[in-house]
Nanobody, 124 residues
Framework: QVQLQESGGGLVQAGGSLRLSCAAS????????MGWFRQAPAKEREFVAA????????YNEDSVKGRFTISRDTAKNTVSLQMNSLKPEDTAVYYC?????????????????WGQGTQVTVSS
């Protein structure tokens, strides 16, 4: 059974940093793209960043470019999201996801497996 488990969320002041991690189990995802999304209350799930199996990455340029960095460790089947210069508007539940169809998309529907999410709260 495929499982994705996020960790690293919490409460941080504006301007601070957090590092989210996602551990995948149940199969090897080294040949698939992995991504991070977030969902704030009463808002749709929003693309944050994704990383190819080969290491290339894309970001939601409007909201996180230059502040967030996605990385992966294929040997450990993990993907991480380093979040710096956090803002109150970054407050959301953050989800990691795996794209087994290698669509390399930014829509939630492009991703097959999802974690349960981890809460990130940024206070002003």
């Amino acid at each position: 059974q495929v499982q994705l488990q996020e960790s690293g969320g919490g409460l941080v002041q504006a301007g601070g940093s957090l590092r989210l991690s996602c551990a995948a189990s149940g199969r090897t995802f080294s040949n698939y793209n992995m991504g991070w999304f977030r969902q704030a209350p009463a808002k749709e799930r929003e693309f944050v960043a994704a990383i190819r199996w080969s290491g290339g990455s894309i970001y939601n340029e409007d909201s996180v470019k230059g502040r967030f960095t996605i990385s992966r460790d294929t040997a450990k089947n993990t993907v991480s999201l380093q979040m710096n210069s956090l803002k109150p508007e970054d407050t959301a539940v953050y989800y990691c996801a795996v794209d087994v169809t290698t669509t390399w998309g930014r829509r939630p529907g492009d991703y097959t497996y999802w974690g349960q999410g981890t809460q990130v709260t940024v206070s002003s």
